[in-house]
């Protein structure tokens, strides 16, 4: 079982920045295929924000966040960051951070964390 705690959520004004980290515990190895933030906003659906291959280090964006927010992890740790830069109000929302197992639907993450709640004022 794999248990998924983020942490780094806050409120900033628009044009700043916070660090996300999601900290896998596991009771053995811990080698995932992919693992991913994703956000909710009051009101609207879940969404894609970033994705990295476990492995690889292989970096993945929605386009409302290429160029500000950059996805990397650490290994040793066992913890993937979201830095996210240059932060607007439309960026307020819920951050999960998911973790997708080998051999799955690209489509389907397996471990979901509590979530953190980030707030940019304007």
């Known amino acids: 079982q794999v248990q998924l705690v983020e942490s780094g959520g806050g409120l900033v004004q628009a044009g700043g920045s916070l660090r996300l980290s999601c900290l896998a515990s596991?009771?053995?190895?811990?080698?995932?295929?992919?693992l991913g933030w994703f956000r909710q906003a009051p009101g609207k659906e879940r969404e894609f924000v970033a994705a990295?291959?476990?492995?690889?280090?292989?970096?993945y964006y929605a386009d409302s966040v290429k160029g500000r927010f950059t996805i990397s992890r650490d290994i040793a740790k066992r913890t993937v960051y979201l830095q996210m830069n240059s932060l607007k109000p439309e960026d307020t929302a819920i951050y999960y951070c998911?973790?997708?197992?080998?051999?799955?639907?690209?489509?389907?993450?397996?471990?979901w964390g509590q979530g953190t709640q980030v707030t940019v004022s304007s």
């Open positions: 990295i291959i476990w492995s690889s280090s292989s970096p």
């Open positions: 596991v009771g053995g190895a811990f080698s995932p295929y992919r």
């Open positions: 998911a973790a997708q197992s080998w051999g799955v639907s690209p489509s389907r993450y397996d471990y």
